[in-house]
């Protein structure tokens, strides 16, 4: 009976407090943290519980195991706004992405963005906003960074506020389609973060840019 409530007790925190402290990790990293921190967790409990070496090691196994299944469940819930975004995105330049600390990326270039020296929406990037605005009003606790670039046409003076002008025309739009505004972080990064070469059209054009991050807030 002790080691049934023992168990009961270490199943009901460990998911909860994993759960709390996940984040946007690949399968295989997101289940490895998720059974390190289910077995502290788990052994923490069933030596509080328990009081004894048997206690302990019963509930360090039993939270590896329910820490893995939180870590799994996370990476399939980020891996299906990945999947909804590029199904919104299908057809177009944009690009959908998973950044190396493993947020969503989404890259919007100027086909589907701006024209040269505007920070007014395309009304290609419409539908793709409110598919986004879609997944964030589903996934409440998401933060997002949203990074406006422009092409090397101009000077810094010119090219460093129209780029902030462009994220925040996004920001606003995703405001006035119900995200909110305390969930979005703008910045702009003028000309300084090329994605390559500014010698062309074609490449200015991919250059002149929204950049799009989101995944879980601060949290635990």
């Given at each position: 009976?002790?080691?049934?409530?023992?168990?009961?007790?270490?199943?009901?925190?460990?998911?909860?407090?994993?759960?709390?402290?996940?984040?946007?990790?690949?399968?295989?990293?997101?289940?490895?943290?998720?059974?390190?921190?289910?077995?502290?967790?788990?052994?923490?409990?069933?030596?509080?519980?328990?009081?004894?070496?048997?206690?302990?090691?019963?509930?360090?196994?039993?939270?590896?195991?329910?820490?893995?299944?939180?870590?799994?469940?996370?990476?399939?819930?980020?891996?299906?706004?990945?999947?909804?975004?590029?199904?919104?995105?299908?057809?177009?330049?944009?690009?959908?992405?998973?950044?190396?600390?493993?947020?969503?990326?989404?890259?919007?270039?100027?086909?589907?963005?701006?024209?040269?020296?505007?920070?007014?929406?395309?009304?290609?990037?419409?539908?793709?906003?409110?598919?986004?605005?879609?997944?964030?009003?589903?996934?409440?606790?998401?933060?997002?960074?949203?990074?406006?670039?422009?092409?090397?046409?101009?000077?810094?003076?010119?090219?460093?506020?129209?780029?902030?002008?462009?994220?925040?025309?996004?920001?606003?739009?995703?405001?006035?389609?119900?995200?909110?505004?305390?969930?979005?972080?703008?910045?702009?990064?003028?000309?300084?973060?090329?994605?390559?070469?500014?010698?062309?059209?074609?490449?200015?054009?991919?250059?002149?840019?929204?950049?799009?991050k989101y995944g879980p807030?601060?949290g635990m």
């Open positions: 009976m002790k080691k049934s409530m023992t168990m009961l007790t270490i199943a009901a925190t460990t998911t909860a407090l994993v759960a709390g402290c996940a984040a946007p990790q690949t399968t295989g990293q997101s289940v490895g943290a998720g059974a390190g921190i289910g077995a502290l967790v788990g052994a923490g409990l069933g030596q509080a519980i328990g009081r004894d070496t048997r206690s302990t090691l019963i509930g360090a196994a039993a939270g590896a195991a329910l820490g893995a299944g939180a870590g799994y469940i996370w990476s399939n819930q980020m891996q299906q706004q990945k999947v909804a975004m590029e199904q919104a995105t299908q057809g177009t330049s944009v690009q959908v992405s998973q950044t190396a600390d493993n947020r969503l990326r989404i890259n919007i270039p100027a086909d589907a963005s701006f024209a040269v020296g505007s920070a007014v929406l395309n009304r290609n990037m419409y539908p793709i906003l409110d598919r986004l605005a879609q997944t964030l009003q589903q996934n409440p606790y998401t933060d997002v960074s949203i990074i406006g670039h422009t092409d090397s046409t101009g000077s810094n003076a010119i090219n460093n506020p129209l780029s902030l002008n462009r994220a925040n025309a996004a920001r606003n739009y995703l405001v006035s389609r119900g995200v909110s505004g305390s969930r979005i972080v703008t910045s702009g990064m003028g000309s300084a973060q090329p994605v390559t070469s500014n010698a062309t059209e074609a490449g200015r054009a991919q250059n002149r840019r929204v950049e799009i807030g601060s």
